[in-house]
């Protein structure tokens, strides 16, 4: 699909291109409400459970994973100094971990990207990648190139290879040369911009499917993860995916019965495939992003028989929420 500069709120197919997912009728714009009272009602039951993990001891209170959903929860349901001495709290009960490098313990990397968001000179490493989702005044022509003012100069986030152990250096380095994959964010006030660019070997290429349905089967294809996290919790999450076939699928929090509205553009050629995304931001949250807002994202890449890149470890075939990097909003280039 693809975003009429000159109208507001119209959307019309960009020739050549697979439009929307199958069943969505690109000509409504009725989005899910958030009734603000709910969201403080799921959080509050976050804290009042508090005192009872407390009681069946540190073992459980001051697990990390459990540290961040507290910790989201406070920040929800505004209680912000709160949550900042609640976070430092964590780091002094937790000699060395402050200290620790990345990558040893990605739950306490999820943590200590929340302290160094919030003072950078307490962490010595950066604990997270750092990403931007830059603000657009025009919106792109969703036809799969990537060829719009939104992503002129707009910093890519390139994915890694993943190796394991016992793979050939020889191995990964012919991977990574030969499927080079990034990604770009962009927003405005209504929707958010995801670019991908996958590349492959000449002669790797698969004809796009005819027609899309919900939750393709994306098992044993060259496919795109997608993982974003508003509230940092680093627990709950949405998920979006598409294949070299333009395939789709998405689920929130693994409930495949989550269907968005979204757009989704896919331009197969001989040596990659890339996808250009627009989703509307009511269908993610009620809270809309403004400059300086962090979101919690990742960016992965499945290629059968090949391996597995990201933009931010650790990830694998599966989510790996505790391995999702941060997403700042900006208005700046």
């Known amino acids: 699909m693809a975003f009429d500069p000159r109208e507001e709120r119209r959307v019309i197919p960009a020739g050549g291109s697979s439009s929307s997912v199958s069943g969505i009728t690109a000509t409504e714009d009725v989005y899910r409400v958030y009734d603000p009272s709910m969201i403080l009602r799921w959080h509050q039951a976050c804290l009042d459970y508090e005192p009872k993990l407390t009681a069946f001891g540190p073992a459980y209170s001051r697990d990390p994973s459990a540290w961040l959903s507290l910790l989201a929860a406070r920040r929800q349901v505004g209680k912000h100094q709160d949550a900042e001495v609640f976070l430092r709290d964590y780091f002094k009960l937790t000699p060395g971990a402050a200290a620790m490098p990345p990558g040893m313990d990605p739950w306490r990397d999820c943590l200590a990207a929340e302290l160094w968001l919030g003072d950078r000179s307490v962490i010595a490493v950066q604990p997270k990648p750092l990403g931007f989702c830059r603000f657009t005044e025009t919106r792109p022509f969703l036809d799969g190139k990537l060829d719009d003012a939104c992503w002129t100069d707009l910093r890519a986030m390139p994915l890694k290879v993943v190796s394991s152990s016992g793979e050939k250096a020889d191995d990964v380095a012919a991977f990574a040369e030969g499927y080079k994959t990034e990604a770009?964010?962009?927003?405005?006030?209504?929707?958010?911009?995801?670019?991908?660019?996958?590349?492959?070997?000449?002669?790797?290429?698969?004809?796009?499917?005819?027609?899309?349905?919900?939750?393709?089967?994306?098992?044993?294809?060259?496919?795109?993860?997608?993982?974003?996290?508003?509230?940092?919790?680093?627990?709950?999450?949405?998920?979006?995916?598409?294949?070299?076939?333009?395939?789709?699928?998405?689920?929130?929090?693994?409930?495949?019965?989550?269907?968005?509205?979204?757009?989704?553009?896919?331009?197969?050629?001989?040596?990659?495939?890339?996808?250009?995304?627009?989703?509307?931001?009511?269908?993610?949250?009620?809270?809309?992003?403004?400059?300086?807002?962090?979101?919690?994202?990742?960016?992965?890449?499945?290629?059968?028989?090949?391996?597995?890149?990201?933009?931010?470890?650790?990830?694998?075939?599966?989510?790996?929420?505790?391995?999702?990097?941060?997403?700042?909003?900006?208005?700046?280039?």
């Not at 911009?193 to 000449?202: F, T």
């Not at 709950?236 to 495949?256: P, S």
């Open 184 to 333: 770009r964010f962009a927003f405005d006030a209504h929707f958010l911009y995801i670019g991908v660019v996958c590349s492959h070997p000449a002669g790797h290429a698969v004809p796009p499917v005819a027609k899309r349905d919900r939750d393709a089967d994306l098992t044993g294809h060259d496919r795109v993860d997608i993982l974003l996290d508003m509230d940092r919790d680093y627990q709950t999450y949405y998920r979006f995916q598409i294949d070299h076939r333009g395939c789709l699928a998405e689920d929130c929090w693994e409930d495949k019965s989550w269907n968005p509205k979204y757009f989704v553009a896919f331009n197969p050629t001989d040596t990659g495939w890339t996808t250009e995304i627009a989703i509307p931001l009511a269908e993610l949250t009620g809270d809309k992003p403004s400059t300086g807002k962090v979101w919690a994202a990742n960016v992965s890449r499945v290629v059968p028989g090949k391996g597995l890149q990201t933009w931010s470890t650790p990830a694998d075939g599966e989510p790996r929420p505790e391995g999702m990097g941060l997403l700042q909003f900006q208005a700046e280039r």
